[in-house]
């Protein structure tokens, strides 16, 4: 079985194959019990959210992995698909700016993307 580590990779490969941007990896392991990563990134509209959800979800489920919980698919300004160990957080712009989910976990070790 692959480890939360390859699984989250593989969430940020499938980002950037839509095109979606600054993406963070956040590593919240040891500071919530929520989960051990975040994964933040931006899309410029509603459409390019759903396709970076979309090619997310189908690239897991052919690793056998579904996510427990989405929210925020049908508005888009804030996706939120969670996995369990990791949660992904798809934003616009003005969304992202707006909760700052960096500002808020800034204990968190970041975590570069290739």
């Given at each position: 079985m692959a480890e939360i580590k390859d699984y989250v990779n593989k969430a940020v490969d499938a980002i950037l194959e839509k095109k979606g941007y600054d993406v963070k990896i956040?590593?919240?392991e040891g500071l919530s019990p929520?989960?051990?990563y975040f994964i933040i990134a931006t899309g410029?509209?509603?459409?390019?959210?759903?396709?970076?959800c979309d090619e997310i979800s189908e690239t897991l489920s052919k690793e056998g992995l579904h996510p427990k919980q989405t929210e925020g698919y049908q508005l888009a300004n804030w996706i939120l698909v969670d996995?369990?160990?990791f949660?992904?957080?798809?934003?616009?712009?003005?969304?992202?700016?707006y909760y700052n989910l960096e500002r808020i976990w800034k204990d968190a070790k970041t975590e570069s993307v290739e």
């Open positions: 956040l590593n919240i929520i989960a051990d410029s509209n509603p459409n390019q959210l759903h396709a970076i996995y369990g160990d949660i992904i957080h798809l934003f616009q712009p003005e969304s992202r700016d």
